[in-house]
């Protein structure tokens, strides 16, 4: 699953400083007994990032499901005469590989769910919690409501626990923050760790 550096460029904006990241600490200290856990990477992917997991035995599954949300692809969305376009949520998810259910000690969703419409998200957090074995972690990136752009930003690993992202601040978010509570509801069973960044995001795990 060898990625180019070509592949790896496409649609990179300026790099921000690499920075520590306080919940990929307690992600992998939580996986530290597993010696071969199971990710799905939810973005596009960057070299950096497979080798990281590679190295640390992990088996490693892709679909960039963020790209073409960001770049509001027209495929994902029902457009009918005198009535307000839908998102086509089945269509979305179809972009998953075939995973095991239970079966993921991990998932990178990065900024997915901010740039999500509402509406979708209890179906998609549903899809991605099923995919999780027991104690197994969504990993997601979510903005303060005082953070009104940066809806192209990207995110990868520098390390296991450092985070490395584009500075793409230009485009607006299209719909509001999503608070705690929220999160808290729309994960099966409420078990959300959030860890604040000084960067004006937090971040969001949900262990099932």
Not at 53 to 69: E, N
Request: net charge neutral; glycine share 6%.
């Amino acid at each position: 699953m060898a990625i180019t550096k070509s592949q790896e460029d496409k649609g990179r904006g300026s790099a921000a400083s690499p920075a520590t990241s306080p919940g990929l600490q307690w992600l992998w200290q939580h996986l530290s007994n597993q010696r071969h856990p199971h990710c799905f990477e939810c973005g596009p992917i960057r070299q950096s990032t497979l080798d990281v997991l590679l190295l640390r035995g992990a088996k490693v599954y892709h679909a960039d499901l963020i790209t073409p949300v960001q770049q509001n692809n027209l495929v994902f969305w029902s457009r009918q005469e005198g009535k307000k376009p839908a998102f086509l949520v089945d269509d979305f998810l179809a972009q998953i590989p075939p995973i095991p259910a239970e079966s993921l000690s991990a998932m990178c969703c990065w900024g997915l769910l901010d740039i999500l419409p509402h509406e979708a998200l209890p179906r998609v957090i549903e899809r991605f919690h099923s995919f999780l074995q027991p104690n197994g972690v969504l990993f997601s990136i979510l903005r303060e409501p005082s953070v009104a752009a940066g809806a192209e930003t990207r995110w990868w690993l520098e390390s296991l626990t450092v985070l490395g992202s584009s500075d793409n601040t230009h485009k607006p978010f299209p719909y509001p923050a999503l608070t705690n509570r929220q999160m808290e509801q729309l994960f099966p069973g409420g078990d959300v760790k959030t860890f604040l960044t000084r960067s004006g995001r937090r971040e969001v795990l949900g262990v099932r």
